[in-house]
């Protein structure tokens, strides 16, 4: 690896014993080392463009349909605080130990090697169930210029790309997701400026539309029957989880710690700088769908198994620009996930290629292929579900890891000053991201106990995650015989020498286009 860091350790002088803080001294058999090849540039799209995608293009239209207008709009400020509230904990923890496995890692050292087990394991299977849910949605948007060919060829197709690119590596997958990003980034951008236009009549129909669906049908919507302030309330609480689902992946940039360069600097500056973005891009995206499509609309309903149920395609077909909903859908995009789990999981290629990882997570990509025997609308909803409440549970555990960490800075008299990222609304940022993922948790898929609408595939989907967390925490801690870390015992000097040294300063820009990259980046 120090081969692949280039010349800034050579410059700076030092030698590190990188193997150290990746994991221990591997055998050359094995080779369960990754490598840190992701530069800036890709962290910061993987955290800005990673997330823009089959949430706010396709999910937000059974959000609008169940919260109305305002319903929307409130749903995603209130989950977006509670992302915000996880990132800011994050940050400060990876900032000061960008350990490879990220906050999992971190809940092994200030909670429990259990709780970090089943920690790992949950948001192994939320991501790895992300992959069919982007390939039900791409069946969906592709259906929009094909309706005759099976879903499955283009399943096929998406899976083969998605696979090919993570078994070209780190490197590959970094400038890939970059370039990616980078077209989701302009087409939202696009379509929110757009969208403005068409709102205030500059489409080519001039039907100046303004505010006129948040009168008519309302800016709110009756949800399963219940009216008033009570139904208003349910329907917002159902946008949260949808919500939640669009906003994950934001975390990664912990993960990507493992093969990010000079993590301590590029980690914290990603941290800081996309929530923003990505906060504008979904706020204002769900603001102007809001204004351009009518609560009430049936093509929002996703189990139509039409494309045009993306909220963007319907608002610029009614105003009659004909091409740009082939342009939106051209744009739409996804990407692989894969994450780490037993020993095994963890075996790479000389290159730092984690093969064992890609295979057995790509396997589960074919649950994808149930959209052969559903609508591909149906099957996008199970799996976004479900991600979500993964999700969500990760995002209660990231703050509870947080909470513990600050409790032991507290208790062995470290100085929060010291750290290289220290938030100052901690520790109350910690404690919102737990309770706020519990409150989302809480009220995730009530609608199946209602009298007869119980449905079994819904209530799997949405409460397993959340069941079956606590068997893996007990069970891990009744085989591995661990308890929970005292705030005294925590461990807060293993390999923070190590990412001392490894911290360098980026050399100041040449010139102003330079200086607004770095900027931007």
């Known amino acids: 690896m120090a081969s692949d860091e280039g010349s800034n350790e050579k410059k700076l002088g030092y030698d590190v014993n990188l193997q150290a803080v990746e994991g221990g001294e591997d055998s050359p058999q094995t080779h369960t080392t990754l490598h840190r090849k992701l530069q800036n540039r890709h962290v910061a799209m993987i955290s800005i463009g990673g997330v823009i995608g089959t949430g706010l293009f396709l ?52 909670i429990d090697p259990a709780y970090a087990f089943a920690t790992g394991w949950n948001y192994w299977y939320g991501w790895t169930l992300t992959l069919p849910a982007e390939l039900s949605a791409a069946a969906t948007v592709i259906s929009y210029w094909d309706k005759k060919t099976s879903p499955g060829v283009y399943i096929t197709v998406c899976l083969v790309v998605a696979i090919g690119i993570n078994l070209l590596g780190v490197r590959a997958y970094g400038e890939a997701e970059f370039w990616f990003s980078t077209i989701k980034v302009l087409t ?70 493992a093969e990010a360069r000079n993590p301590r600097r ?12 990505v906060l504008v891009f979904y706020i204002g995206g769900v603001l102007i769908i809001g204004l351009l499509v009518p609560s009430n609309n049936p093509l929002l309903n996703l189990n ?15 105003a009659g620009i004909k091409i740009l909903p082939s342009i939106i859908n051209a744009a739409y995009s996804k990407r692989c996930m894969v994450r780490c789990a037993p020993k095994i999981f963890s075996y790479t290629t000389r290159s730092g290629l984690p093969y ?79 309770c706020g993922s519990a409150f989302v948790l809480f009220f995730s898929a009530w609608e199946v106990f209602l009298k007869g ?33 005292r705030p ?34």
């Open 59 to 110: 999910g937000t239209a059974s959000s609008l349909m169940n919260g109305g207008p305002i319903g929307l709009l409130l749903g995603y400020l209130f989950v977006g605080t509670i992302c915000f509230a996880v990132m800011l904990s994050l940050g400060e923890m990876i900032a000061f130990l960008p350990l490879p496995g990220g906050f999992i890692k971190l809940a092994e050292r200030y």
């Open 304 to 318: 139509s198994n039409n494309a045009s149920a993306s909220p963007f395609v319907i608002a610029f077909n009614e």
């Open 488 to 521: 005294e015992e925590m461990d807060f000097v293993t390999n923070v020498a190590e990412f001392d040294a490894m911290t360098y300063d980026d050399p100041p820009p040449k010139n102003k286009l330079e200086a607004f990259w770095m900027w931007l980046m």
């Open 188 to 257: 939202i951008t696009g379509m929110i400026i757009l969208g403005i236009v068409v709102d205030l009549g500059g489409g080519p129909n001039h039907d100046r539309i303004g505010f006129r669906y948040w009168k008519n049908p309302g800016p709110f919507t009756d949800y399963y029957g219940f009216t008033g302030p009570k139904g208003h309330f349910l329907g917002t609480c159902s946008v949260a989880t949808q919500a939640a689902f669009s906003y994950l992946g934001t975390e990664a940039v912990a993960i990507a710690a």
């Open 266 to 277: 590029n980690i914290p500056k990603a941290i800081r700088r996309v929530y923003f973005r």
């Open 453 to 485: 609408n119980w449905s079994t595939a819904t209530f799997v989907t949405d409460y397993f995650p959340i069941m079956f967390f606590p068997v893996l925490y007990i069970g891990a801690r009744l085989v591995m015989r661990t308890r929970t870390i």
């Open 356 to 434: 064992v990882a890609v295979g057995i997570c790509c396997c589960f990509s074919f649950l994808a292929y149930m959209t052969l025997g559903q609508s591909s609308g149906i099957v996008f909803t199970w799996l976004s579900n479900f991600s979500a409440t993964a999700g969500l549970v990760t995002w209660f555990g990231i703050g509870l890891t947080y909470i513990r960490f600050y409790k032991g800075l507290k208790a062995q008299g470290i100085d929060r000053k010291s750290l290289p990222f220290a938030p100052n609304v901690q520790p109350y940022a910690g404690w919102w991201a737990v």
